[in-house]
Structures are given as structure tokens and as C-alpha cells.
């Protein structure tokens, strides 16, 4: 991995946290996922799944994490077992885990092959009467493919019947919503990379740009800083192209006088960070087009200052949608009748921002975390208000990432990457 070692004493906090709410005499799996092929000899490169990284840190394929709190032999309480390497396989794909480096990373005693893992899982089940399985239960999932958690939760309803079942989702949604102060660390990581990214760019744009250059720009400097590269599929939308809201090709020439909304940000040891940007592709922003931009720019600031504990997630999304509606009447995109006669199930400023404010970020883009009980500190969360305009092909979003705090406003971990308009604009023209 490119990334430097994490400390383990993060995920043995992780561990902890989770069998502290393990029912008793149960038993918890966790499996890595699938390397998942293209065709032919083909495979798309490895991402682990994030949970048993998030309890482990063991970043590889083939590994299995158990947890079993009461097991009567003490070393059977955590156990991680490892794809057996050998010379031939450290050849022809590079260094395994050893047993050693797999403790190492993970704070684990117990480390075995995996090819033990059926004989002392069968040993282990006839001590439990509960065990928790790992199934997708995210809000946003829709996963057609069968995955390796999948087929392990399959097989062992069919060999071990009378045993309860537990979902580990809920455990997960609760703990990894909270952030530990050594994920903080990563997540600042991952946004200075991508502060770096970005302030790259403000000297490349320029008109007759093409939008998979400047991603390939993006990419070279996220890559040079310990990055694998994007945390999510980048979005590099120039003129028309940013009123779609997963624009994805990155094809299309930046034209003088257009905006360009990118939508981008590195990943860093797992951990995501989530930016938007939009900036003139000119270096300078046209009088409706600098309305517009603060238009959101306020949005997002007063959005920022409602997240602090206690807030409820829904409440939020409601109050925001009350800032953006006379945001829009500011700049004659709404009238008072669109609003008097709006949809309460649709209001009128869904039109021209038609997307929800914050989402949890943190492994995952669109992490874990509990979304319909009050709002912790130290939970993270991106701010992305945005204004699309397609009559005037036009589209602005703004995005941050930033902390909870147990009081005052949200601790802003991107606040080192410009956004005010003077800014943008000094920055790009100091350049051309």
C-alpha cells in the first residue's frame, strides 16, 4: 500500500468498541471483499471492504476477521486469519501479510492461514449461540452482485441452523459514524492532497482545456502524495455538462466565459475526502455568474454553522431548503407564487438544487453513521449546496468536509483550500 502504517492501536479501539455492544455468547465474522473480474484474466484492482479494514487494518484479499468475546480459550477472543503466501505467490504479486506483519498492523495475537479457518470456526460456533452478520444496510446500497460476505452468510445458515442471528450493521452504523482522533488525522490527509490537487489546477484551467486533462492533472498529484488516487469516480463538468449531477465522461473541451464544476477529491489510507469546486474557465466570473456563486457560498456557510450536536439530520435538510429558496428569489430564479404554490413534497427550490445538503463521510464517501438520531461530535460531514441552471448552462456546487464539535461551529477540514470568489479569481489570473 502506499500509504505510511497506521498506528493499531486505532483499530483495537475499533474492536473494542464494537464487542462492547455484542450480545452475550455471540460470535462476529467479518470477510474481505472479492477481487472482481473483468474478462478474459482481467480483474479491476483490489479495494478491501471497509469493515473488517475499519476493525483490522489488514488491507488484503482472502482475510477473514472473527470476534468472539467469551470464548473460552482467551487466544480464540480475536482471530484474523491471512492468505497463506509463499515464494512463488511473493514472485508473481509481491509480499503477503506474514503472521507477524498481519499482527503488526492490526494489534491482533491470534493470526492463522485461512486454510484453518473452517476447523476452528466449527469449534468456535459450537460455543455461541448468536452470530452477527455483516450485510449491507447502507441507505444508498444497491448491489446486485453476490459478494464474498454474501456467500459466507449463505453457507453458514445452511451448516449451522439452530443458531440466532444479529446484524453487525447496526453496531457499525453506530461506532463508525464517530470519528477517532487518528481517522481525523487521515481524513486531514486525504484533504491536503487534495488542497494540492486543486491548487494545481487554478494554474492549468484555461480555455480550450479538456476536462480528462485536467483530471489527469488531478491524478499525477494525488498519486505523487501517497494517494491510490480518486476517492470516488471524478466529476470534471464544464459549461451544461455540471447540470448533470453524475456527470462522469470528462470529455468535453472547457469553453471561454463557461464555468467548471469539479467535483473531485483524493483518497487517503482508505479514508475519503469529498471537494467541489467551480471557477471560471477564463480565470474570471461574470457578474451573474459571481451572484450565483455566492448565492451558494452563502448557503453553505449558513448550513455549516447548524451542524452541532444535537441537530437532526432530516431537521437540517429542511432548514437548508428554507436558506436556498431566498437564495433563489435573490437572483429572480424563483417568485413569491413558486414558493406560495410549491409541493411540500417537492418545494419550488428543489428545481435548481434538487439534492440533499450533508452526507456522512469518512472510509466510505458516503459513510456510515446514524442519520435519524441527534448528530455527535466528531461526526463527519461534507456541506455541498449547489444552484444548476441549465437555461443558462450553468451549474455551481460547493463542498466541504468538516468535524462536529462538541460546541461552536464544525471543524472545517478543507478550510486551507480557497473558495471565496477574490480568491479564485487572484489565484487563476496570477497564472495566465
Same mark, same amino acid.
Given at each position: 500500500?502506499?500509504?505510511?502504517?497506521?498506528?493499531?492501536?486505532?483499530?483495537?479501539?475499533?474492536?473494542? %468498541?464494537?464487542?462492547?455492544?455484542?450480545?452475550?455468547?455471540?460470535?462476529?465474522?467479518?470477510?474481505?471483499?472479492?477481487?472482481?473480474?473483468?474478462?478474459?484474466?482481467?480483474?479491476?484492482?483490489?479495494?478491501?471492504?471497509?469493515?473488517?479494514?475499519? $476493525?483490522?487494518?489488514?488491507?488484503?484479499? !482472502?482475510?477473514?476477521?472473527?470476534?468472539?468475546?467469551?470464548? $473460552?480459550?482467551?487466544?480464540? *477472543? !480475536?482471530?484474523?486469519?491471512?492468505?497463506?503466501?509463499?515464494?512463488?505467490?511473493?514472485?508473481?504479486?509481491?509480499?503477503?501479510?506474514?503472521?507477524?506483519?498481519?499482527?503488526?498492523?492490526?494489534?491482533?495475537?491470534?493470526?492463522?492461514?485461512?486454510?484453518?479457518?473452517? *476447523?476452528?470456526?466449527?469449534?468456535?460456533?459450537?460455543?455461541?449461540?448468536?452470530?452477527?452478520?455483516?450485510?449491507?444496510?447502507?441507505?444508498?446500497?444497491?448491489?446486485?452482485?453476490?459478494? *464474498?460476505?454474501?456467500?459466507?452468510? /449463505?453457507?453458514?445458515?445452511?451448516?449451522?441452523?439452530?443458531?440466532?442471528?444479529?446484524?453487525?450493521?447496526?453496531? &457499525? /452504523?453506530?461506532?463508525?459514524?464517530?470519528?477517532?482522533?487518528?481517522?481525523?488525522?487521515?481524513?486531514?490527509?486525504?484533504?491536503?492532497?487534495?488542497?494540492?490537487?486543486?491548487?494545481?489546477? &487554478?494554474?492549468?484551467?484555461?480555455?480550450?482545456?479538456?476536462?480528462?486533462?485536467?483530471?489527469?492533472?488531478?491524478?499525477?498529484?494525488?498519486?505523487?502524495?501517497?494517494?491510490?488516487?480518486?476517492?470516488?469516480?471524478?466529476?470534471?463538468?464544464?459549461?451544461?455538462?455540471?447540470?448533470?449531477?453524475?456527470?462522469?465522461?470528462?470529455?468535453?473541451?472547457?469553453?471561454?466565459?463557461?464555468?467548471? &464544476?469539479?467535483?473531485?477529491?483524493?483518497?487517503?489510507?482508505?479514508?475519503?475526502?469529498?471537494?467541489?469546486?467551480?471557477?471560471?474557465?477564463?480565470?474570471?466570473?461574470?457578474?451573474? /455568474?459571481?451572484?450565483?456563486?455566492?448565492?451558494?457560498?452563502?448557503?453553505?456557510?449558513?448550513?455549516?454553522?447548524?451542524?452541532?450536536?444535537?441537530?437532526?439530520?432530516?431537521?437540517?435538510?429542511? #432548514?437548508?431548503?428554507?436558506?436556498?429558496?431566498? #437564495?433563489? &428569489?435573490?437572483?429572480?430564479?424563483?417568485?413569491?407564487?413558486?414558493? /406560495?404554490?410549491?409541493?411540500?413534497?417537492?418545494?419550488?427550490?428543489?428545481?435548481?438544487?434538487?439534492?440533499?445538503?450533508?452526507?456522512?463521510?469518512?472510509?466510505?464517501?458516503?459513510?456510515?453513521?446514524?442519520?435519524?438520531?441527534?448528530?455527535?461530535?466528531?461526526?463527519?460531514?461534507?456541506?455541498?449546496?449547489?444552484?444548476?441552471?441549465?437555461?443558462? %448552462?450553468?451549474?455551481?456546487?460547493?463542498?466541504?468536509?468538516?468535524?462536529?464539535?462538541?460546541?461552536?461551529?464544525?471543524?472545517?477540514?478543507?478550510?486551507?483550500?480557497?473558495? #471565496?470568489?477574490?480568491?479564485? #479569481?487572484? $489565484?487563476?489570473?496570477?497564472?495566465?
Amino acid at each position: 500500500m502506499k500509504y505510511e502504517l497506521i498506528q493499531n492501536t486505532l483499530f483495537i479501539k475499533n474492536r473494542k %468498541k464494537f464487542m462492547a455492544q455484542m450480545k452475550p455468547k455471540s460470535i462476529a465474522v467479518f470477510n474481505s471483499n472479492d477481487i472482481y473480474p473483468v474478462s478474459a484474466d482481467s480483474t479491476l484492482p483490489f479495494e478491501q471492504h471497509r469493515d473488517i479494514f475499519y $476493525l483490522s487494518g489488514a488491507d488484503q484479499e !482472502e482475510t477473514i476477521l472473527v470476534l468472539f468475546p467469551e470464548a $473460552l480459550n482467551k487466544k480464540h *477472543r !480475536e482471530v484474523l486469519f491471512v492468505r497463506e503466501t509463499n515464494e512463488h505467490i511473493a514472485i508473481w504479486e509481491g509480499a503477503k501479510l506474514t503472521k507477524d506483519k498481519a499482527t503488526e498492523v492490526s494489534g491482533i495475537e491470534t493470526i492463522y492461514w485461512l486454510s484453518d479457518f473452517e *476447523r476452528i470456526f466449527f469449534d468456535l460456533m459450537t460455543e455461541a449461540d448468536t452470530i452477527y452478520f455483516n450485510t449491507n444496510e447502507h441507505y444508498r446500497q444497491a448491489v446486485e452482485t453476490q459478494t *464474498r460476505e454474501d456467500r459466507f452468510i /449463505q453457507k453458514c445458515k445452511l451448516q449451522f441452523p439452530a443458531h440466532q442471528y444479529a446484524k453487525s450493521n447496526s453496531i &457499525l /452504523q453506530n461506532i463508525r459514524g464517530v470519528k477517532e482522533p487518528e481517522e481525523l488525522a487521515l481524513m486531514q490527509k486525504a484533504c491536503d492532497i487534495t488542497e494540492k490537487g486543486f491548487r494545481r489546477l &487554478l494554474g492549468f484551467i484555461k480555455s480550450g482545456v479538456w476536462e480528462y486533462e485536467i483530471e489527469a492533472e488531478l491524478l499525477h498529484e494525488f498519486i505523487r502524495n501517497r494517494s491510490k488516487g480518486f476517492a470516488y469516480s471524478p466529476i470534471i463538468a464544464s459549461g451544461n455538462n455540471a447540470n448533470v449531477l453524475h456527470y462522469l465522461e470528462n470529455n468535453m473541451e472547457c469553453k471561454d466565459g463557461d464555468l467548471i &464544476l469539479m467535483d473531485v477529491a483524493a483518497e487517503y489510507a482508505n479514508y475519503s475526502s469529498d471537494l467541489t469546486r467551480t471557477v471560471p474557465v477564463n480565470g474570471k466570473f461574470t457578474q451573474r /455568474q459571481a451572484a450565483v456563486y455566492n448565492a451558494v457560498l452563502r448557503v453553505k456557510n449558513e448550513a455549516t454553522k447548524m451542524l452541532v450536536p444535537g441537530t437532526i439530520w432530516a431537521d437540517y435538510h429542511k #432548514e437548508c431548503g428554507k436558506i436556498m429558496t431566498s #437564495e433563489l &428569489l435573490g437572483l429572480g430564479l424563483l417568485d413569491k407564487a413558486d414558493v /406560495q404554490n410549491e409541493n411540500a413534497d417537492w418545494p419550488a427550490y428543489k428545481k435548481y438544487f434538487m439534492h440533499g445538503t450533508s452526507h456522512h463521510i469518512g472510509l466510505d464517501t458516503h459513510d456510515y453513521g446514524e442519520l435519524k438520531t441527534p448528530m455527535k461530535a466528531n461526526m463527519v460531514f461534507t456541506v455541498e449546496p449547489g444552484i444548476y441552471i441549465p437555461d443558462e %448552462k450553468m451549474g455551481v456546487r460547493l463542498e466541504d468536509d468538516v468535524v462536529i464539535q462538541e460546541s461552536g461551529v464544525p471543524f472545517n477540514l478543507m478550510a486551507n483550500i480557497p473558495i #471565496e470568489l477574490e480568491e479564485i #479569481e487572484s $489565484l487563476m489570473q496570477s497564472h495566465l
